[in-house]
């Protein structure tokens, strides 16, 4: 697993890469809340080059969601591959967030 | 030339040796260990004195006769012991080192045994300065030079400086000095490495105690075993990962002859994981005591789990309902991996979800589906933890290999079907340890 953020408009692309489970969800979890720490709340997770997430991904994710609502942010997804989107629809993710099929139909949902 | 250097190279060598056998020895000992955690009896603080004390006596008879003048490291002991255990100790030892020294008699015997009654208490004094704790490595070099320095200055003060004296004190820089700080070096070493390797087990044994404290209260939840139903076969198995996840099961007997069951998936690990899986666990049971659909059980659970959300706790379930006579089975799916359900003339059904993860959408709203199980219908449901169980290369079993699995032993038992699962993973999987708890549910309508 591995973490990229890049700044675009107002909006902070995360780029998160490899494997997200039961091994790596905690450090997932506290890199992720430094980079929101303060920072810009409109987020989008850019989920392109994310190969496989477990069911510990899927908390990882939701609590990531209390954070930033709690600061009144909003975050979303885009980029999602076949198994990775799987793995939304069974847990109901995309009943909750907002996904996009690239990155630049998030940041226009994020500046509007 | 050589017929000095080589006893005197041979003596340097034997005392070495034995500082620092003695330190590895000394520090792996019971009496040691007592009396740095400050919990040691009168009689470990004696033999401890008497320890460092023949050290010191060590110190003064293995004296390095360089050019006719003595060298020793009789102040070693003493010096160590007040550094690791306080003033008492340190003087304790130093005063058999000092008594040992002072019947040798000679000119410097006041200014060394003074030298040596002063190390091992100013010692101790260090240590209470430093909170009873031992300097560390740097310091206690410091510390050693310093006590040697006031050596050198008692000896000019009280033996004058005479040619006998001025011999003394260059055998101090050449032979006394790097030995001190070796033999300092060598303990301190020891002693790091020691408390390292503590720190390590101890960190182990806490781990070890907290995983079995997790299993203990995931196993005081689960049932003991699967209900037996009349017309019924069924089978509830949980295979926890070593780091015990989450999963959990649970069965609920209704008066009117209707059976609930539940099975879920609450993420995390360890002890947090095992409250979780409590608290959700109680959430569920205490709810069946008012409501039956399980729509409005998984409305109210997630009322309830998401008050606690703000900690990250979520998880996933199928909450059923069956009523055992006419096979109709009610059933919410909340982000679940979906059970499958085998009809007998060959076919299978996936029961999908219904709602969303417990504790994501405060105030959601459940659907609620049902599906009817005739007489050799069997459903199974499970945890991400089977299809998800992985090979060294990183292939998963997946629901395919799960549907076919089953598929060949549709006319098994509900527990054999379940072991097989098992035993199909297994093979899967190979060596690979097993990541995340696995759990199954297999309900079979015989009759």
């Known amino acids: 697993m591995e973490i990229k953020t890049e700044k675009r408009d107002n909006a902070q692309i995360i780029l998160v890469s490899g494997m997200l489970d039961a091994s790596n969800y905690q450090k997932f979890e506290e890199d992720i809340s430094l980079l929101i720490q303060g920072g810009p709340d409109k987020i989008v997770f850019n989920l392109s080059n994310l190969e496989y997430m477990s069911s510990a991904g899927v908390r990882a994710f939701l609590k990531t969601n209390r954070t930033i609502k709690s600061k009144e942010g909003v975050m979303v997804f885009c980029c999602l591959k076949p198994f990775i989107k799987e793995v939304f629809e069974i847990a109901g993710l995309d009943v909750g967030f907002k996904i996009f099929a690239d990155v630049e139909s998030a940041v226009q949902f994020l500046d509007a | 030339m050589f017929d000095l250097i080589i006893p005197v190279a041979w003596e340097l060598f034997q005392i070495i040796a034995v500082i620092t056998l003695c330190s590895y020895f000394i520090i792996r000992t019971d009496v040691f260990n007592r009396l740095i955690q400050e919990n040691g009896s009168i009689k470990d603080k004696i033999l401890i004195i008497l320890f460092f004390g023949v050290i010191s006596i060590y110190g003064t008879m293995s004296n390095i006769v360089l050019d006719g003048s003595p060298a020793n490291v009789r102040d070693l002991g003493p010096v160590i012991a007040g550094l690791c255990f306080g003033p008492w100790i340190g003087l304790g030892s130093a005063i058999i080192g000092a008594i040992f020294r002072y019947s040798f008699g000679g000119i410097t015997a006041v ?282 290369k990183g292939e998963m079993f997946g629901k395919d290999r799960l549907i076919k699995t089953i598929d060949e032993n549709r006319s098994k038992t509900a527990q054999e079907v379940s072991n097989l699962i098992i035993t199909g993973i297994k093979k899967f999987v190979g060596e690979n340890p097993q990541f995340d708890d696995i759990t199954i549910l297999v309900i079979k309508r015989t009759e």
Not at chain 2, 204 to 225: C, D, G, H, M, W
Request: glycine content about 8%.
């Open chain 2, 111 to 392: 200014p060394c045994t003074l030298t040596t009654l002063l190390a091992g208490t100013l010692a101790g004094i260090v240590w209470i300065i430093n909170k009873k704790r031992y300097i560390g490595t740097y310091y206690a070099l410091i510390f050693i030079s310093l006590i040697e320095l006031l050596h050198l200055g008692l000896i000019f003060l009280i033996a004058g400086d005479g040619p006998e004296v001025m011999a003394i004190i260059d055998n101090m820089w050449t032979i006394m000095l790097p030995l001190y700080l070796f033999g300092i070096a060598i303990f301190s070493i020891f002693y790091k490495n020691y408390t390292n390797e503590k720190k390590n087990r101890e960190e182990l044994e806490r781990e070890r105690v907290e995983l079995q404290f997790a299993q203990e209260i995931q196993e005081s939840f689960l049932p003991k075993t699967a209900p037996s139903i009349s017309g019924y076969d069924i089978s509830a198995s949980t295979y926890p990962a070593r780091e015990v996840g989450g999963d959990f099961y649970d069965f609920i007997h209704f008066e009117d002859g209707e059976v609930g069951f539940v099975i879920a998936d609450v993420s995390g690990k360890s002890v947090p994981a095992a409250l979780f899986m409590a608290l959700s666990c109680t959430a569920i049971r205490i709810s069946t005591g008012w409501i039956r659909a399980p729509s409005s059980i998984a409305e109210e659970v997630n009322t309830i789990i998401s008050k606690y959300a703000e900690s990250g706790m979520f998880f996933s379930m199928v909450y059923g309902v069956i009523s055992p006579l006419n096979g109709v089975l009610k059933y919410i799916n909340a982000g679940h991996p979906p059970p499958v359900l085998f009809k007998k003339e060959g076919s299978h059904d996936e029961l999908q979800r219904t709602g969303t993860i417990i504790g994501f959408l405060e105030g959601q709203k459940f659907l609620e589906a049902n599906v009817s199980l005739e007489k050799g219908d069997f459903i199974v449901c499970y945890t991400d933890g089977v299809t998800e169980a992985q090979t060294f």
